[in-house]
């Protein structure tokens, strides 16, 4: 036992290290945007103060970094929405076997595992061939939603798998018609899973790279300008302002939807806890028959 | 029911009555079978459809996203080069040329061992991280706040924390500041930036999460009682570890070393960032193709960089029976 207590006190050390490897440079690097204008791109901090966030705003670079910024927002919605639609319809087919699931499965995990380099090389020889002008509409949203795809189809066969299909059964028992069951009870009670599948879309195009560099024909996104910032030229401290402007995005993205998840099931678990404890008993007599009605339905 | 006794017990009923009886019973339970089979045919041809229609945009999105780019790199790396690009007439010259190339063949051995060296540091300083969470951390709250706290940076620009490693390894970063003060070097050590050293430093960084989570799961679906079992019948922490944990917890240590090893073996941009101009990759190879129009050699290099990631998937899955497992 008492062995036991060390290895989670080591252990625990240990995370909080891991934890600093992840975050440390970032946290350098946020700090050392706060530089003052004498400041350079390492320590020691030369003065302190919000120059080169105004630099970021205000400075020669700015008219572009907001082209492109403005750009990568737009794009990475569309690439949301587009990725959240696919990837719960998709998982709707997937409640079912049908034939061809294993196929399209491997298909979806292919774009987990194929590189992003190899996506937009083959993405912009497709339009290449097919002699067509292209813009981000076409080409890097293909590319982004593919990222995006296979981690939101993921999360919702999550959803489903906990998922109770009995409530829809019970629906249509009571009258109510396909499309008004898929409104009114199956869509309230997976658009969490959905709006997750959104913001995975989103927050992975907002940051892509790669997927997108061979692909922008004159029109960056705000990975490929600081990609062209950091490679291209003399770096300095708003490059580290930008990022922690672009970082700050992302985390504030997530940060809200784990508050909206948060608060629907702590809602949900009080809503559903009360009738489920008044008829705690009679469940729990048929717990077994009804389990096995349910699954008999499921596989019909 | 459980109380089906025989009918010889029962007073005033006749084994004759019984019978009939059962085989009406029989018969009409038959009956609504058969019916039942009918609609069910006419049934599973709209389930059929439904789904078609269901699946049918995503599987569209990937043919043509996924799938034809995949192929038209293939077929450009047989295809001939022109001035603007290529033309679809058959060649072989652009292996021939990846053949002679001795430069290639070295950089796509250095990225692959460079990978799977990476793919070991990473399942080394990672699974004590997804033990900690999944098996040392009881209450399900902390789980999950320490979780999200580990993989919160996954949804921040890997771009931008590549960047983030240049003030830290510099000649003057913050690393080796830190040394001096500390009074472990005299010197600046030089190869913290720019060097193979710095990149598998940052890409450890980028893509541990790969790992940290594949393994998090599997390990959080082991039954605490299973672990206590074992306590009871009298093994040890290692044992109990090497018998019980790490044989439930093979299928996420596979899965997270194929992330890991696939999302480095294509990497360029942190090559490009935290390597500067020193250190390349079959990535930038390819990048520095394309932007001097040799489209098909591009195709060709990318080519021999899927079939080596396919070698080394097909290498990791020898260690487990993914299939059988999951």
Redesign the interface.
């Known amino acids: 036992m008492r062995?036991?207590r060390w290895?989670?006190r080591i252990?625990?050390i240990?995370?909080v290290l891991?934890?600093l490897?992840?975050?440390?440079?970032?946290i350098?690097?946020a700090a050392?945007s706060f530089q003052g204008p004498q400041g350079a791109?390492?320590?020691p901090m030369r003065g302190l103060g919000f120059h080169w966030w105004d630099q970021l705003v205000n400075g020669p670079r700015s008219e572009t970094i907001r082209e492109t910024a403005i750009r990568s927002l737009e794009l990475s919605v569309v690439s949301g929405l587009?990725v959240a639609?696919?990837?719960f319809?998709?998982s709707?087919?997937?409640r079912?076997r049908?034939r061809l699931d294993g196929v399209?499965f491997y298909?979806?995990m292919?774009?987990l595992?194929?590189?992003?380099?190899?996506?937009s090389?083959?993405?912009?020889?497709?339009w290449?061939?097919m002699e067509t002008e292209t813009s981000l509409w076409q080409t890097a949203l293909?590319?982004n939603?593919?990222w995006g795809?296979p981690f939101a189809?993921l999360i919702m066969v999550a959803v489903w798998n906990r998922y109770d299909a009995t409530v829809e059964e019970a629906s249509r028992d009571l009258g109510a018609g396909g499309l008004r069951t898929f409104r009114e009870v199956t869509l309230p009670l997976v658009w969490t899973g959905v709006l997750g599948a959104f913001l995975f879309g989103f927050?992975l195009a907002?940051?892509e790279?790669?997927r997108t560099?061979?692909l922008a024909a004159g029109e960056n996104t705000l990975?490929l300008e600081?990609?062209a910032l950091?490679?291209g030229s003399v770096?300095r401290p708003d490059?580290?302002a930008l990022?922690t402007a672009?970082?700050a995005v992302?985390?504030i993205?997530?940060g809200l939807f784990?508050l909206v998840a948060a608060i629907v099931l702590r809602r949900r678990a009080r809503g559903v806890s009360e009738p489920r404890e008044e008829y705690g008993e009679l469940a729990g007599e048929n717990g077994g028959g009804l389990a096995a009605g349910a699954s008999a339905s499921r596989a019909? | 029911m459980s109380g089906s006794s025989g009918p010889e017990g029962r007073p005033g009923l006749h084994v004759e009555e019984i019978v009939e009886a059962e085989q009406v019973v029989g018969e009409r339970a038959q009956e609504e079978v058969a019916l039942g089979e009918k609609e069910r045919t006419g049934a599973r041809g709209r389930r059929a459809l439904t789904t078609a229609a269901w699946t049918a945009p995503g599987a569209v999105w990937l043919l043509f996203f996924l799938f034809a780019p995949v192929l038209m790199i293939v077929l450009v790396s047989f295809w001939t080069r022109t001035v603007s690009g290529f033309e679809a007439v058959w060649t072989l010259e652009n292996y021939e040329f990846l053949f002679d190339s001795n430069v290639y063949w070295d950089q796509l051995w250095n990225s692959f061992w460079h990978s799977l060296v990476i793919v070991a540091l990473a399942l080394v300083l990672g699974y004590p991280v997804a033990y900690f969470l999944a098996i040392s951390v009881t209450s399900l709250r902390y789980q999950i706040a320490l979780f999200i706290i580990a993989l919160a940076p996954f949804w921040t620009s890997y771009l931008i924390r590549a960047v983030a490693w240049i003030p830290m390894m510099g000649r003057r970063g913050a690393l080796n500041t830190a040394l001096q003060e500390v009074g472990l070097i005299g010197e600046p050590l030089d190869i913290l930036l720019f060097s193979d050293f710095a990149v598998t430093v940052a890409m450890l960084q980028l893509y541990i999460l790969f790992m940290v989570a594949p393994i998090f799961f599997m390990l959080a679906q082991i039954d605490r009682s299973s672990l206590e079992a074992a306590r009871d019948l009298g093994a040890n922490a290692f044992k109990t570890f090497r018998e019980v944990i790490l044989p439930q917890s093979m299928p996420g240590v596979v899965i997270g070393s194929i992330f890991v090893f696939i999302l480095t073996m294509g990497e360029f941009a942190t090559v490009r960032i935290i390597g500067g101009g020193t250190v390349s990759s079959v990535g930038t190879i390819v990048q520095t193709q394309v932007a001097s129009v040799q489209f098909p050699q591009a195709a060709a290099s990318a080519v021999f960089l899927v079939l080596a990631m396919v070698l080394g998937v097909f290498v990791l899955l020898r260690f487990s029976n993914l299939r059988e497992e999951l």
């Open positions: 062995r036991g290895t989670k252990l625990a240990y995370f891991f934890l490897f992840l975050y440390g440079p970032m350098v690097m050392l791109v390492t320590f587009v639609v696919l990837a319809s998709l709707m087919g997937y079912r049908f399209l298909l979806i292919l774009a595992m194929t590189p992003g380099i190899l996506l090389l083959g993405t912009s020889f497709l290449r061939y293909g590319t939603v593919v795809l189809f927050t907002w940051n790279y790669d560099a061979l990975p600081i990609f950091t490679v770096i490059l580290y990022g672009t970082t992302s985390l993205g997530v784990l019909r």
